[in-house]
């Protein structure tokens, strides 16, 4: 074996033990750790898995691509953050099990979408307003409470359709036990109902082909998790 590839089999070696290490960093992280340790691990995650170039075009910061990122981040860390509520509310398995892939799920896919925008070299944020990627394409969200085109106002926190409001997250903080299941799984659906049109229309419209089937597999996975919860509420004598 030459120089040259004995150095190529240390460096992947290097880059899978490092990737191991992480990937049981954040899963002790995800049981006892906090918000802000999940979400600064898996951004560091994101980067590492990175591969040092892409064939693909880099978007605009303007483009659907680069807005999807920007605003399912945003929309992912809402989510994220209602698990980690639930998660010290309440002992039932099966919901802390949710709240679970659900951390593990969504703060993966927001590393994803940061560390896109870190290799893109564009902003994490926008002056724009939330959505105006979407070209007033909302197919779908024409039966979200609020929504009427782009007409969807930001107010207590919700700052796009499906998520929760502060009052909302406040309720939940309060709760103990089977109404914090209850709650936790009806806001969650709400949340997925917005999330999933969002995604549908940038793997509709999105130029490159890593947030299409990112976006897709969103709307995949968190329409089988709709599904779920529905039957999660039916036990405890609730509706979605």
Do not use: C
Not at 138 to 155: C, I, Q
Not at 162 to 171: F, V
């Amino acid at each position: 074996m030459s120089d040259d590839e004995s150095h190529e089999y240390e460096s992947h070696d290097y880059e899978a033990d490092t990737g191991d290490r992480h990937t049981r960093r954040l899963s002790r992280l995800l049981i006892g750790g906090s918000l802000a340790a999940v979400l600064a691990a898996v951004t560091v995650f994101a980067a590492l898995m990175w591969p040092s170039s892409s064939a693909a075009a880099v978007p605009r910061k303007d483009s659907v691509d680069a807005g999807f990122a920007r605003d399912m981040a945003v929309h992912h860390q809402q989510a994220v953050e209602l698990s980690f509520i639930v998660r010290d509310r309440t002992d039932d398995e099966d919901v802390r099990r949710l709240a679970y892939d659900v951390i593990n799920t969504q703060a993966n896919q927001r590393g994803m979408l940061l560390g896109w925008l870190d290799v893109w070299g564009l902003p994490k944020s926008s002056q724009q307003p939330y959505m105006s990627w979407m070209d007033h394409d909302m197919s779908g969200m024409e039966g979200m409470d609020g929504m009427k085109g782009m007409d969807y106002k930001a107010h207590d926190g919700s700052l796009m359709p499906g998520m929760a409001t502060n009052r909302q997250m406040d309720q939940l903080r309060r709760a103990k036990g089977k109404a914090a299941e209850i709650l936790y799984l009806q806001l969650l659906t709400a949340h997925h109902k917005g999330g999933i049109a969002m995604s549908e229309s940038a793997a509709g419209m999105a130029k490159t082909e890593e947030v299409r089937r990112l976006a897709q597999g969103m709307v995949e996975g968190q329409q089988a998790e709709i599904q779920l919860m529905a039957d999660m509420l039916k036990a405890r004598g609730a509706k979605a």
